[in-house]
């Protein structure tokens, strides 16, 4: 048994396929179905089924998957040690929401860029929560608390929502609101009890169209209160207060708790949003389970 071998069971445990594992590792199909079945010889076991054209992991493959991620991180900090001793440019990974890095990390980042010469920035606005556990970013931005997670959590901020309408009566005004998968949050609860309807004409995770659509004075939907203060006062349109407030929680690995740049990014990215109330400590948790 070797790690590469054990490298390949966590690519197709990631793709469910050997041939989307090959090319995620840049080797061939036949190559990962050889190494899988050499291993489980070896090991007199079963990694993977054929379920509906995928591969499932077995119990027993499932009962290393834990190790494996061990063995995985591991791996990258000893690539992030060897790469070190070349300090010339560090190169972090941060995940966020769209609004946020548009309407409060865009405009200060230039600044921060010219006061840290050695820090380089790559930053993931999907909307799909990265794994931390998994080494998919370095930093993120959630609102909410996360699930527990072998990272540090602090909460550094919250973002308030406001409610945004034709302020002279319109028959049927265009209700916006976020895709079906994000339709439970505490703004859309607010939205959809003012707007008495579940049923929007539009869905969109993107802030910036909601705040276009608003601006036309003829659609409901509600924005963060940053991103209203150009429609505040103008007199076709109503921007009221909601109740709703969302949390800003900022995750980051361990191993990066004394590294003194991640220091400052890390410092630089609190310094953002104001906070009225005292955060928790940086808090430890455990492995998702």
Known sequence: MNWDDFRIVSAVCKTGSFTRAGRLLQINETTVG???GRLETDMGLTLFDAVDGMRQPTQACMAILRGLKDMEKAADEIRRVLRGHDLAQRRFRLSTIAAIAEHWLAPQL??????????SLSI???????????WEADFALRLGRPKQG?????????IDFVLVRPRAPVPEPLLIAYPEALIEMPEMEALFHKAGTRNPRLETSSLNLMREILSSGRALGVLPETMAGGLRGRADLCVTETGVSRDIWLLSQPSLRDDPIARRLSAWLSSLFALREESADLLPKNEFS
């Open 124 to 134: 993931d606005t999907s909307d799909q929560n990265v794994d931390m556990s998994r």
């Open 150 to 158: 072998s990272f540090l959590m602090r909460r550094i901020g919250q």
């Open 34 to 36: 050889r190494r899988i």
């Open 110 to 119: 230039p600044q921060l860029l010219t006061d840290l010469p050695d820090l």
